[in-house]
């Protein structure tokens, strides 16, 4: 007899350009995301407010993905008219 599985492929990411403390960066989209994670690297490029400095490790939606947290910092995202 055949197989009854069904290969379920992920859909592709999707980047959008979008202005991050008044800089045009490329970002991510991820609408089920309830964080927002910027690499020190991408931070340093940028004004921003300062730095709450923690430790901590983020488990991602996927379950496995984990990712190590050097700090907080409120940062500004202007996607069409709506800024977070």
Known sequence: GGS???IINP???SFITAPVNGIRLQC???TGA???FIHTSTLSKIRHNPIK???GKYTLAD???TMDIDGKVE???????IRT
Do not use: H, M
Request: aromatic share 0%; glycine share 8%.
């Open 4 to 6: 009854s599985e069904k």
């Open 53 to 55: 400095r923690i430790k």
């Open 11 to 13: 859909s592709p990411l």
């Open 75 to 81: 940062i500004n995202i202007q996607i069409g008219n």
């Open 34 to 36: 309830s964080n927002i």
């Open 63 to 65: 379950g496995n993905t």
């Open 28 to 30: 991510l989209l991820d």
